[in-house]
T-cell receptor
């Protein structure tokens, strides 16, 4: 079936450090891929998406590139801020517009 | 902006009680979803609905049922609550078949349910 695997956290970084959160997905079909973010006490919100191979999604300084050859969609940011502290979920679209989520990676950014 | 609201942020119930969790979206979305979120397990789909009065089982439907009598409202029902249903419950909606954002999901703030 459809699945998404993302690196386990928590990830702790100093402010202005470079962030990578790895994500791989099962390659059934040509799914849309997403990163969602969940700030403390809130629901998830879409951070960025990519709909086909080699697409790059970007938002708020975060980027992720749809890599079909490696079935990956790694999240990156060049310089993290304390306000980026949250849980990040990688996800892939499936049939009936269902979305399969990874288990989430908690990011803590310290000043 | 799309708004998805859930009836309660926190709920405490007793084992065996019938529990209703309500979700309302205001953007005329076709699809609605119920998830539970548990540490280390991420989000797991309980049920979803792609039209009024239509429902489909997700990955973990046991012990739950749903109701969608109106397009904007999707209810999750725990027929007889048990302690292993203590969790965070998240409702989401997505537009459906039209537009570039058809499969993007919009989430409510969640209901943290504790079953004693």
């Amino acid at each position: 079936g459809n699945s998404v695997t993302q690196m386990e956290g928590p990830v702790t970084l100093s402010e202005e450090a470079f962030l990578t959160i790895n994500c791989t997905y099962t390659a059934t079909g040509y799914p849309s891929l997403f990163w969602y973010v969940q700030y403390p006490g809130e629901g998830l919100q879409l951070l960025l998406k990519a709909t086909k191979a080699d697409d790059k999604g970007s938002n708020k300084g975060f980027e992720a590139t749809y890599r079909k050859e490696t079935t990956s969609f790694h999240l990156e940011k060049g310089s993290v801020q304390v306000s980026d502290s949250a849980v990040y979920f990688c996800a892939r679209a499936g049939g009936y517009q269902k979305v399969t989520f990874g288990t989430g990676t908690k990011l803590q950014v310290i000043p | 902006d799309v708004k998805v609201t859930q009836s309660s942020r926190y709920l405490v119930k007793r084992t065996g009680e019938k529990v209703f969790l309500e979700c309302v979206q205001d953007m005329d979305h076709e699809n609605m979803f119920w998830y539970r979120q548990d540490p280390g397990l991420g989000l797991r789909l309980i049920y979803f609905s792609y039209d009024v009065k239509m429902k489909e089982k997700g990955d973990i439907p046991e012990g739950y049922s749903v109701s969608r009598e109106k397009k904007e409202r999707f209810s999750l029902i725990l027929e007889s609550a048990s302690t292993n249903q203590t969790s965070m419950y998240l409702c989401a909606s997505s537009p459906g078949t039209s537009g570039s954002r058809y499969n993007e999901q919009f989430f409510g703030p969640g209901t943290r349910l504790t079953v004693l």
